[in-house]
């Protein structure tokens, strides 16, 4: 599935971190609000396209919360932890409320949409409610919350995907965004949420997509990730031109904007990946090698119970098709340990198909069940929590073999790298990324080099997350 895929990434970076535009003229917006974004990629895009619809109201946005008028929180129900996380913070605003009288607090995204009213009973500081399809309705909300009644949209769409709306970028390097390029799901994984959260599955007109990418590459931006929670279902019917666009097709229109305009996507079901999409990025050096390709589970049986729709060989296939077109492709998954009913020999099973993808990172998880979902309403959540934590912790240490091995084959190699910043540690030193999706560290020098350059490195040495490395000439 999607884009959770920097779930960790922006944990550590992003969260927490309120946006741009920030006007510095106090005049120029008549109220502040502050977006915090929990969860997946989609959520933070979704917060630039709620950003973009509120500047247009006179609303401008504050990174200190103490500031705002309004609070936007973006949720994630992925899991329960999620959901836990986004009510422990809704208390923190609650005490800045009480502080400061006529502040409105509004709850947006997954965890709007599963609890509907609800959530104005549970948690009664909460204002204002919208759920993902109906950030359009946010300004007539706020208005009617400000009129002192609680407000809430939680309609979905079968057409909405916002593609008139051009994100405001927040909190942005300036070197790599996010574009969504449809929205929903109609997979049916048991164990998701996010096809009743997010509702039906639909694809945003190729066009805006397009012109959304050039006028980013126009503002400096030097790399592109497409989101979907599906992205190999993308199909859009351009009536206008009398064409239809496939995922390989809109992935080539991407890459052509600019040799220098970097490609990438997420996320990829295996089930749907496929080989015009492989070809297609072996044939442009500019769409980045390198696939999140989740698993779930190495066990059919198990898969079976998940509804992934695909076994663990044909899933092998697909690793060994991978390879076969872009032999230095990267390769990373998604991983969930302790499933209903599942059995040592089930996950003996995953740890195997991880051994055999080679897979160069993973987003892995236990179970937690989710209300509503095919999985809750047809099976017991049978596995321990005991048991659930130490498969876990099985599936991260042999990840975390795989992630050094194949960072250690890295060196001695060397990667056109695209700077995206100074490295966290040290301001001596650039951070950016290879086509694999791999972050490598190396110091500045004497080059007269900026964020958002190319250059080539040759690593010099690894540690399990990062590789080191020096600017060749
Ligand atoms: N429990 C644990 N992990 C889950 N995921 C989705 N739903 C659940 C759940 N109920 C994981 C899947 C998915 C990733 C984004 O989150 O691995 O690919
Ligand atoms: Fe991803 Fe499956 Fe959930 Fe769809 S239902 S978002 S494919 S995990």
């Given at each position: 599935m999607l884009d959770y895929v920097t779930d960790k990434v922006q944990d550590e970076t992003r969260q927490g971190e309120a946006f741009a535009p920030?006007?510095?003229?106090?005049?120029?917006?008549r109220k502040r609000f502050y977006i915090e974004s929990y969860g997946c990629q989609m959520n933070f895009a979704d917060s630039e396209v709620v950003a973009a619809i509120l500047n247009k109201e006179g609303f401008g946005a504050t990174r200190n919360v103490e500031e705002a008028d309004l609070i936007f929180i973006n949720t994630c129900s992925i899991r329960e932890k999620a959901e836990q996380t986004v009510r422990k913070r809704l208390t923190e605003f609650k005490k800045l409320k009480e502080q400061k009288k006529g502040m409105l607090v509004g709850v947006l995204g997954c965890m709007a949409e599963r609890l509907k009213s609800q959530f104005l009973e549970e948690e009664k500081l909460v204002d204002i409610v919208v759920g993902?399809?109906?950030?359009?309705t946010l300004p007539a909300l706020v208005e009617e919350a400000e009129g002192g009644q609680k407000a809430v949209n939680v309609l979905l769409s079968r057409?909405?995907?916002?593609?008139?709306i051009s994100p405001v970028?927040?909190?942005?390097?300036?070197?790599s965004a996010f574009v969504s390029i449809m929205r929903g799901c109609?997979?049916?994984?048991?164990?998701?949420?996010v096809p009743f959260t997010r509702g039906r599955e639909r694809s945003r007109d190729a066009e805006s997509i397009i012109h959304e990418c050039k006028d980013l590459f126009e503002k400096g931006y030097k790399e592109i990730t497409l989101l979907g929670?599906?992205?190999?279902?993308y199909y859009f019917v351009d009536e206008k031109r009398k064409e239809t666009i496939n995922f390989a097709g809109l992935l080539e229109k991407v890459a052509l904007i600019s040799p220098l305009l970097r490609v990438r996507f997420s996320t990829s079901h295996p089930k749907d990946i496929t080989d015009e999409v492989l070809h297609t990025m072996a044939k442009y050096?500019?769409?980045?090698?390198?696939i999140h390709l989740p698993?779930?589970?190495?066990s059919t049986r198990i898969l079976q119970l998940m509804n992934r729709t695909y076994t663990r060989e044909w899933y092998m296939a697909k690793v060994d098709r991978i390879r076969e077109i872009m032999p230095d492709c990267g390769i990373s998954s998604d991983i969930i340990a302790?499933?209903?009913?599942?059995?040592e020999e089930d996950h003996s099973a995953t740890l195997a198909i991880m051994n055999y993808s080679r897979y160069d990172f993973s987003y892995m998880f236990f179970y937690s069940e989710r209300p509503g979902t095919l999985a809750q309403r047809r099976?017991?959540?049978?596995?321990?929590e005991n048991v659930k934590k130490r498969r876990l912790q099985e599936i991260v240490d042999v990840q975390n073999r795989l992630s050094l091995e194949s960072n250690k084959k890295d060196v001695g190699k060397t990667f056109k790298v695209l700077i995206e910043g100074d490295s966290k540690k040290n301001e001596m030193e650039w951070k950016g990324r290879n086509s694999q999706n791999k972050v490598i560290v190396f110091p500045k020098g004497d080059h007269e080099l900026k964020k958002g350059d190319y250059v080539n490195v040759k690593v010099t040495a690894c540690t399990q997350a990062t590789l080191l490395g020096t600017i060749i000439n």
């Open positions: 920030f006007a510095n003229d106090s005049n120029e917006y993902p399809d109906a950030y359009r057409e909405e995907t916002y593609a008139d970028r927040l909190d942005s390097n300036g070197v109609n997979n049916m994984c048991s164990f998701c949420v929670q599906n992205v190999d279902s050096e500019n769409i980045c090698k390198y698993v779930q589970s190495g302790g499933f209903c009913t599942e059995e099976y017991k959540d049978d596995i321990p």
